[in-house]
C-alpha cells in the first residue's frame, strides 16, 4: 500500500510568551490528517482558528524559540517535528512551498521579480545566473503573466495584486515541490481574477502532480479547488468530509453557520445567518466544547468534555454530541 505523500498525527502548537507576558496558547490542539499526491484538502475557518499556524508548522516557519511542536509530521518519508533548522531548510523549495497570503510583504520590494525567482532556484538548485534566469521566465509564462520577458524585471509595486500573486505561485513552483501550501492567496483579490488564480492552481496541481492545502475563510473558495475539506474552530478540526458531502449537508453545528452565511446556489431566495459571539481566547479556552458558547444547539453537557472526532460515515469525521456516533472524552486525554 502506498504511503501518503503528507501523514499528520495529533499536531499541536504551542506558543510561550516572554516570562510574565501572559499564559501559553495552544493554536492548535491535536490535528490529524493525510494527503495524496494530486490531491486538494482545503482547511476552512475564521481567522484566528488555527489555519495559519498549522500551514507554518509543516514548514517550520514558526518562531523556534517560543514555539513548542507535538505530535508527528511526515513528509515525503521525512520526520517534521523535531528536525533541525538545515534539514528543514534543504526541504523547503524542493519537497515543500508556500504561497502567502500577501505578496506585498512575501516579495522584497528591492529585487526585481526575476531576480527573487531566480535567486529561490540557484538557491536550491545550484545552477548558474543564466539558466536560472530563463527557468524564471519560463515560469512566468506558466502562470500565464502577459508580456512575461518585461515583467522579470518590474519590482513588485509594479505590478498589480494579481499579477504580484501569480508571481508568488511562479516562487512556490520553481523548485518543482511535492507538496504546494497556500494560505489564502485569493483574499485580496477582486471576484474576476480570484477565480483566473484558483484555475490555475487547480492546472499546474495537476500538470506537476503535487499535493495541494488551500487555507480559506471562504466556502465559495473552498467549493471550486478542494476534494476534501476540514473545518477547524479553535485549534481542532470539528468536521472533515469529500467536499461534495459537505456542501449537501454539513454535520458541526459550526460547519452549517458558516455554510448558512455563505451565498451559493441552493440559497437563492433564503436569508443568510450569522453565527453569533466570538471565538474563544486560545490561552484561557472554555472547558467542554469550543463551540458551545457560541452554539444555539448547545446542552449542558457540551461544557462539561470534550467530544471525540469520530467517523460519522464514509470519509467523513465530526466532533460533536449531537452528531450520530460521536462521544465525549475527558479534558484531561484531549
Known amino acids: 500500500m502506498m504511503q501518503p505523500l503528507l501523514q499528520v498525527d495529533d499536531l499541536t502548537v504551542t506558543f510561550h510568551p516572554k516570562k510574565g507576558e501572559g499564559l501559553p496558547v495552544r493554536a492548535v490542539g491535536g490535528v490529524s490528517f493525510s494527503l495524496d499526491s494530486r490531491e486538494t484538502l482545503c482547511i476552512l475557518g475564521e481567522s484566528g482558528s488555527g489555519k495559519s499556524v498549522t500551514l507554518r508548522a509543516l514548514m517550520g516557519l514558526n518562531p523556534p524559540r517560543r514555539t513548542e511542536l507535538g505530535g508527528r509530521v511526515r513528509l515525503a518519508g521525512q ?105 489564502e492567496p485569493t483574499t485580496a483579490l477582486d471576484a474576476t481574477v480570484q477565480i483566473q488564480v484558483l484555475l490555475l492552481l487547480r492546472q499546474l496541481q495537476q500538470e506537476l502532480g503535487m499535493g495541494l492545502i ?28 469529500p467536499i461534495a458531502r459537505f456542501m449537501a449537508g454539513p454535520l458541526h453545528p459550526y ?49 462539561q468534555a470534550l467530544p471525540e472526532l469520530r467517523e460519522v460515515g464514509p470519509a467523513r469525521t465530526a466532533r460533536c454530541i449531537l452528531v450520530p456516533g460521536t462521544r465525549h472524552t475527558e479534558l484531561e486525554a484531549a
Open 214 to 241: 488551500f487555507v480559506t475563510h471562504d466556502l465559495g473558495v473552498a467549493s471550486e479547488v478542494s476534494d476534501r475539506i476540514a473545518v477547524m474552530y479553535a485549534g481542532r478540526f470539528v468536521e472533515e468530509a
Open 255 to 303: 460547519a452549517k453557520g458558516l455554510l448558512g452565511a455563505t451565498v451559493h446556489g441552493d440559497s437563492k431566495g433564503m436569508p443568510l445567518t450569522t453565527i453569533g459571539g466570538a471565538p474563544p481566547r486560545l490561552d484561557r479556552p472554555p472547558p467542554g466544547c469550543a463551540f458551545a458558547p457560541r452554539c444555539t444547539a448547545a446542552r449542558p453537557e457540551c461544557s
Open 79 to 183: 520526520d517534521i517535528v523535531g528536525a533541525s533548522e538545515s534539514r528543514l531548510s534543504a526541504l523547503r523549495g524542493g519537497t515543500v512551498a508556500m504561497i502567502f497570503q500577501e505578496p506585498m510583504t512575501a516579495l522584497d520590494p528591492v529585487f526585481t521579480i526575476g531576480t527573487q525567482i531566480a535567486e529561490t532556484v540557484r538557491r536550491h538548485e545550484g545552477i548558474g545566473r543564466r539558466e536560472a534566469r530563463a527557468r524564471a521566465l519560463e515560469l512566468l509564462e506558466r502562470v500565464q503573466i502577459p508580456s512575461a520577458a518585461r515583467r522579470l524585471d518590474a519590482y513588485p509595486h509594479e505590478l498589480s495584486g494579481g499579477l504580484r500573486q501569480r508571481a508568488m505561485i511562479a516562487m512556490a513552483l520553481s523548485c518543482r515541490p511535492r507538496l504546494l501550501l497556500a494560505d
